[in-house]
């Protein structure tokens, strides 16, 4: 056994130190993470990998930019991100479109904050607002990290309305991914740095009103996925979340406030899908809650109770269209709010 003075031994030397310097060091130690964290954030605002995160930044950078008054305002997922394009509002003499549909998970409080806060910094859209959900968002509850991706100030979900009340864990949960991007996002810097150079090349895929335009169908993926909602709502009986019905009430709330005409839109989807009588029977709950929020006012109106369906041709999951879809989506989502606005009456504006 080697003696402690044999040269193979690694040695190690203590200097004498004071607690002044071991502070010094530690300051300059987390003076280095917080940096790190700050060039990390900072990095991945511009070229992150996670879309989902992408979409949410880019969809609040529209959000400061329009100032102007606009026709139409667009809210929802991501089934509205891809589903309804404002360029067929324009087409169709509806005027001018702003599409700010972000992910499901951000649930309907997030259209509640976003048309908060939209009304807040610019004009009330002259027509309407639509709010456009896939059907099993409604059951969903709050996704702390997620929150913290919202760019607005910290504490936002305690002054917007519907308020959110945060555990001690989810406080963290948003607080790192909010602050601490090393840790939270490593896989995005993983995927960020095996990309090279090419990262700094990544294409933009929303067009200048907030619509991502997606050309061609994934077959297969929606034979997956529609296998999967099949299982759910099988396995599963639909409730809605507190937070989003609280968020129904809000949006209510807003629309009487604004005298602002709200259109509650169901998600296109997949017509092998809506062959299922499980499915159906879930589905048929959920549309049957949505309209117990909403019954008997005058301002917010449910759309396609039945929803519009489609060929997995034009699909890039069970709710999720092609280009083609959203077009013809959109036509008919134009088509129901005439509808809706002469069952009403004249005075429905």
Not at 44 to 54: K, M, S
Not at 190 to 202: D, E, I, M, R
Not at 220 to 226: G, L, N, Q, T, Y
Not at 264 to 274: A, I, M, T
Request: aromatic residues 8%; proline residues 6%; negative net charge.
């Amino acid at each position: 056994m080697p003696s402690p003075a044999d040269p193979r031994m690694p040695t190690e030397r203590i200097p004498p130190s004071t607690g002044g310097e071991i502070a010094r060091t530690l300051s300059w130690t987390l003076l280095m993470v917080v940096l790190a964290n700050v060039a990390a954030g900072a990095f991945l605002a511009r070229f992150t990998p996670n879309e989902g995160y992408r979409l949410i930044r880019e969809k609040w950078a529209l959000v400061d930019r329009h100032a102007e008054p606009i026709d139409w305002l667009i809210l929802g997922d991501s089934s509205g991100n891809q589903g309804i394009d404002p360029a067929v509002f324009l087409e169709r003499g509806q005027g001018e479109a702003l599409n700010l549909c972000t992910i499901g998970d951000l649930l309907a409080q997030h259209d509640a904050w976003m048309l908060e806060e939209y009304l807040a910094r610019a004009a009330r859209p002259r027509q309407g607002v639509v709010i456009s959900h896939v059907y099993d968002v409604w059951h969903r509850d709050v996704n702390a990290a997620l929150l913290g991706k919202v760019p607005l100030p910290w504490g936002f979900w305690e002054r917007l309305e519907p308020t959110v009340s945060l555990s001690a864990a989810q406080t963290r949960q948003l607080f790192l991914a909010r602050f601490v991007p090393l840790w939270a996002e490593s896989d995005s810097l993983a995927v960020a740095a095996s990309a090279g150079p090419t990262v700094l090349s990544w294409p933009r895929t929303l067009d200048a009103a907030g619509f991502k335009a997606e050309d061609l169908p994934d077959e297969s993926a929606v034979a997956k996925d529609a296998a999967r909602h099949r299982s759910f709502t099988r396995k599963k009986s639909f409730r809605m979340s507190k937070v989003n019905a609280a968020a129904l009430r809000r949006i209510v709330a807003l629309a009487e406030e604004h005298q602002l005409d709200v259109y509650l839109v169901n998600s296109p989807l997949y017509e092998g899908l809506w062959e299922d009588s499980g499915f159906t029977a879930y589905y048929a709950d959920v549309v049957a809650e949505i309209e117990r929020h909403v019954a008997d006012q005058p301002r917010v109106h449910l759309l396609l109770r039945e929803p519009m369906t489609f060929p997995a041709s034009e699909l890039v999951n069970v709710d999720h269209l092609t280009a083609s879809g959203a077009e013809r989506f959109t036509g008919r989502v134009i088509e129901e709010i005439a509808a809706s606005r002469r069952a009403a009456g004249p005075t429905a504006r």
